[in-house]
């Protein structure tokens, strides 16, 4: 499957901003989706998760409360909402897909990966 992750850009300390992924080439329907970020200089991080049927959602202890992830399996698209945007929230986000079973904190379990889109939130 192909993946392709959009929506990102530069936005202020508080402000708002919703990611989509697009997927493409196989049963999206199947797959647990995974929000996963890099900022310069540090190790990927996990952001959230959410199962093939939307049933079970994980959020990171950084984002809960101020992201929302969601899917559409009729559209092939996953989303995550940013709310309340910090200056520690600038990375790059990339969208993954795994075919479950999967850790959904580790990225290693993930088998297909986005491109990336670049947000940037400015204090």
């Known amino acids: 499957v192909q993946l392709q992750a959009s929506g990102g850009g530069l936005v202020q300390a508080g402000g708002s901003l919703g990611l989509s992924c697009a997927a493409s080439g196989g049963t999206f329907s199947r797959y647990v989706m995974g929000w996963f970020r890099q900022s310069p200089g540090k190790e990927r991080e996990f952001v959230a998760m959410?199962?093939?049927?939307?049933?079970?959602?994980i959020y990171a202890d950084s984002v809960r409360g101020r992201f929302t992830i969601s899917r559409d399996n009729a559209k092939n698209l996953m989303y995550l909402q940013m709310n309340s945007l910090k200056p520690e929230d600038t990375a790059v986000y990339y969208c993954?897909?795994?075919?479950?079973?999967?850790?959904?904190?580790?990225?290693?379990?993930?088998?297909?990966w986005g491109q990336g889109t670049l947000v940037t939130v400015s204090s």
């Open positions: 959410i199962t093939a049927s939307a049933v079970s959602i």
């Open positions: 993954a897909a795994a075919v479950p079973p999967v850790d959904p904190r580790n990225g290693r379990g993930y088998n297909y």
